[in-house]
Nanobody, 126 residues
Framework: QVQLVESGGGLVQAGGSLRLSCAAS????????MGWFRQAPGKERESVAA????????YYADSAKGRFTISRDNAKNTVYLRMNSLEPEDTAVYYC???????????????????WGQGTQVTVSS
Protein backbone atom coordinates (compact mmCIF):
# COMPACT_ATOMS: atom_id res chain seq x y z
CA GLN A 1 0.00 0.00 0.00
CA VAL A 2 1.02 3.55 -0.72
CA GLN A 3 -0.68 6.47 0.96
CA LEU A 4 -0.61 9.79 -0.85
CA VAL A 5 -1.45 13.20 0.59
CA GLU A 6 -1.59 16.30 -1.59
CA SER A 7 -1.12 19.85 -0.37
CA GLY A 8 -0.46 23.30 -1.74
CA GLY A 9 -3.73 24.04 -3.48
CA GLY A 10 -5.62 27.26 -3.00
CA LEU A 11 -7.04 30.35 -4.61
CA VAL A 12 -4.81 32.33 -6.95
CA GLN A 13 -5.33 35.05 -9.52
CA ALA A 14 -4.80 34.39 -13.20
CA GLY A 15 -1.12 34.63 -14.05
CA GLY A 16 -0.11 33.49 -10.59
CA SER A 17 1.74 30.39 -9.44
CA LEU A 18 1.28 27.50 -7.06
CA ARG A 19 3.38 24.54 -6.07
CA LEU A 20 1.57 21.35 -5.24
CA SER A 21 3.19 18.66 -3.14
CA CYS A 22 2.32 15.02 -2.74
CA ALA A 23 3.79 13.18 0.22
CA ALA A 24 3.93 9.41 0.04
CA SER A 25 4.16 6.80 2.75
CA UNK A 26 4.00 3.05 2.82
CA UNK A 27 5.69 0.89 0.23
CA UNK A 28 8.77 1.98 -1.67
CA UNK A 29 7.90 5.34 -3.18
CA UNK A 30 10.94 5.45 -5.42
CA UNK A 31 9.87 2.42 -7.44
CA UNK A 32 6.71 4.07 -8.75
CA UNK A 33 5.97 6.45 -11.53
CA MET A 34 4.11 9.44 -10.14
CA GLY A 35 1.42 11.33 -11.96
CA TRP A 36 -0.60 14.46 -11.46
CA PHE A 37 -4.17 14.49 -12.70
CA ARG A 38 -6.97 17.01 -12.41
CA GLN A 39 -10.72 17.00 -12.56
CA ALA A 40 -12.86 20.05 -13.13
CA PRO A 41 -16.58 20.10 -12.30
CA GLY A 42 -18.56 18.21 -14.88
CA LYS A 43 -15.46 16.96 -16.66
CA GLU A 44 -13.51 13.74 -16.72
CA ARG A 45 -10.29 13.34 -14.83
CA GLU A 46 -7.36 14.15 -17.08
CA SER A 47 -3.63 13.72 -16.97
CA VAL A 48 -1.46 16.76 -16.33
CA ALA A 49 2.07 15.41 -15.89
CA ALA A 50 3.96 12.30 -14.88
CA UNK A 51 7.48 11.34 -13.93
CA UNK A 52 9.32 8.03 -13.90
CA UNK A 53 10.73 6.49 -10.77
CA UNK A 54 14.15 8.10 -11.16
CA UNK A 55 12.92 11.20 -12.91
CA UNK A 56 14.49 10.37 -16.23
CA UNK A 57 11.25 10.30 -18.19
CA UNK A 58 8.68 13.03 -17.92
CA TYR A 59 5.32 13.46 -19.58
CA TYR A 60 3.29 16.66 -19.88
CA ALA A 61 -0.15 17.14 -21.27
CA ASP A 62 -0.32 19.81 -23.95
CA SER A 63 -2.14 22.09 -21.52
CA ALA A 64 0.79 21.87 -19.09
CA LYS A 65 3.73 22.22 -21.45
CA GLY A 66 5.76 25.36 -20.84
CA ARG A 67 3.83 26.29 -17.69
CA PHE A 68 4.00 23.34 -15.31
CA THR A 69 7.01 21.44 -13.98
CA ILE A 70 6.87 18.06 -12.31
CA SER A 71 9.70 16.91 -10.08
CA ARG A 72 10.31 14.40 -7.34
CA ASP A 73 12.57 13.96 -4.34
CA ASN A 74 12.82 10.28 -3.54
CA ALA A 75 14.72 11.01 -0.33
CA LYS A 76 11.67 12.92 0.91
CA ASN A 77 9.08 10.61 -0.68
CA THR A 78 7.55 13.65 -2.31
CA VAL A 79 6.51 14.66 -5.81
CA TYR A 80 5.87 18.26 -6.79
CA LEU A 81 3.98 20.15 -9.45
CA ARG A 82 5.05 23.71 -9.99
CA MET A 83 2.36 25.61 -11.87
CA ASN A 84 3.08 29.00 -13.41
CA SER A 85 0.97 31.35 -15.53
CA LEU A 86 -2.19 29.84 -14.17
CA GLU A 87 -5.42 30.35 -16.06
CA PRO A 88 -9.04 30.05 -14.95
CA GLU A 89 -9.20 26.90 -17.08
CA ASP A 90 -6.73 25.29 -14.68
CA THR A 91 -9.32 25.36 -11.92
CA ALA A 92 -9.85 21.78 -10.76
CA VAL A 93 -9.17 19.29 -8.03
CA TYR A 94 -5.62 18.04 -8.50
CA TYR A 95 -4.75 14.47 -7.63
CA CYS A 96 -1.44 12.69 -7.40
CA UNK A 97 -1.15 9.01 -8.18
CA UNK A 98 1.44 6.23 -8.00
CA UNK A 99 1.73 3.58 -10.66
CA UNK A 100 3.84 1.41 -12.90
CA UNK A 101 7.00 3.12 -14.05
CA UNK A 102 7.75 0.61 -16.78
CA UNK A 103 6.00 1.97 -19.85
CA UNK A 104 6.23 5.65 -20.68
CA UNK A 105 3.38 5.34 -23.16
CA UNK A 106 1.02 4.68 -20.25
CA UNK A 107 2.03 7.61 -18.08
CA UNK A 108 -1.01 9.64 -19.10
CA UNK A 109 -3.36 6.69 -18.63
CA UNK A 110 -5.46 6.68 -15.48
CA UNK A 111 -5.45 2.89 -15.52
CA UNK A 112 -1.68 2.85 -15.05
CA UNK A 113 -2.03 4.17 -11.51
CA UNK A 114 -2.86 2.03 -8.54
CA UNK A 115 -2.79 4.51 -5.69
CA TRP A 116 -4.45 7.90 -5.48
CA GLY A 117 -4.52 10.79 -3.10
CA GLN A 118 -7.64 12.62 -1.96
CA GLY A 119 -6.94 15.68 -4.06
CA THR A 120 -6.32 19.37 -3.46
CA GLN A 121 -8.46 22.17 -4.86
CA VAL A 122 -6.90 24.74 -7.16
CA THR A 123 -9.02 27.74 -8.04
CA VAL A 124 -7.80 30.39 -10.46
CA SER A 125 -9.76 33.62 -10.55
CA SER A 126 -9.88 35.86 -13.60
Amino acid sequence: QVQLVESGGGLVQAGGSLRLSCAASGRTFSSYAMGWFRQAPGKERESVAAISWRGGRIYYADSAKGRFTISRDNAKNTVYLRMNSLEPEDTAVYYCAAGDSGRYCLYSNIGNYEYWGQGTQVTVSS
